[in-house]
């Protein structure tokens, strides 16, 4: 299997335009889990899906942001506008089960965001 | 996140050196879990510590939680350069899960 991936890994934009971060989550896992990462503020868990059904969006920062699971193979994360606050590195992590940390999290490689 | 306090924020060590890493929290754990995380990749599960006085151990790196569940200890003993790079902990406290800010670790060789 060629574990979580995300796409696109680095994406530059300006302030104001619409982000799409986009993850395939390993095959048979039924978790898939959005983080955000910064310096300021380290790893936050921004929302989680159950069989493409959102669970916990609590971690959503604001209405500019969200997330989406069409199907068990693809979700994305959108900012609409963008702000240069958000840049970070989003990461996207899928799992057969919700306890975070079990071993059977999977982390993909992340996306470099930044907002000029 | 303030709940969660990791020390120190950075290290430089010599290969072959031991290190600890320490993580504290606010409030009572039900589980604790260390991750090592490269510049630019994803999370790597490590450990997870469950019970209090519980204490694993992996190749080099030996993690424990005190009784009161409230702090957890990351060892490393003869630190090599592939342990360079960054570890988190993590922990549920029942209702939320929240990450350290992270440990920078550098090994010169």
């Known amino acids: 299997d060629a574990g979580v991936i995300q796409s696109p890994r680095h994406e530059v934009t300006e302030m104001g335009q619409e982000v799409t971060l986009r993850c395939k989550p390993i095959?048979?896992?039924?978790?898939l889990f959005w983080y955000r990462q910064t310096m300021m503020r380290g790893l936050e868990l921004l929302i989680y899906f159950n069989n493409n059904v959102p669970i916990d969006d609590s971690g959503m920062p604001e209405d500019r942001f969200s997330a989406k699971m069409p199907n068990a193979s693809f979700s994305t994360l959108k900012i609409q506008p963008s702000e240069p606050r958000d840049s970070a590195v989003y990461f996207c992590a899928s799992s057969t089960t919700v306890r975070v940390g079990d071993n059977e999290q999977f982390f993909g490689p992340g996306t470099r965001l930044t907002v000029l | 996140s303030q709940e969660l306090e990791q020390s120190p924020q950075s290290l430089i060590v010599q290969e072959g050196k031991n290190l600890t890493i320490n993580c504290t929290s606010s409030?009572?754990?039900?589980?604790l879990y260390w991750y090592k995380q490269k510049y630019g990749e994803g999370l790597i599960f490590l450990m997870m510590l469950q019970k209090g006085g519980e204490e694993k151990s992996h190749e080099k790196i030996t993690a424990k939680l005190d009784e009161k569940k409230q702090q957890s200890s990351l060892h490393i003993t003869a630190s090599q350069p592939s342990h360079a790079g960054t570890y988190l902990c993590?922990?549920?406290?029942?209702?939320?899960?929240?990450f350290g800010t992270g440990t920078s670790l550098t090994v010169i060789p």
């Open positions: 095959s048979g896992h039924d978790y």
């Open positions: 993590g922990a549920d406290t029942g209702n939320q899960f929240y």
């Open positions: 409030k009572t754990l039900y589980g």
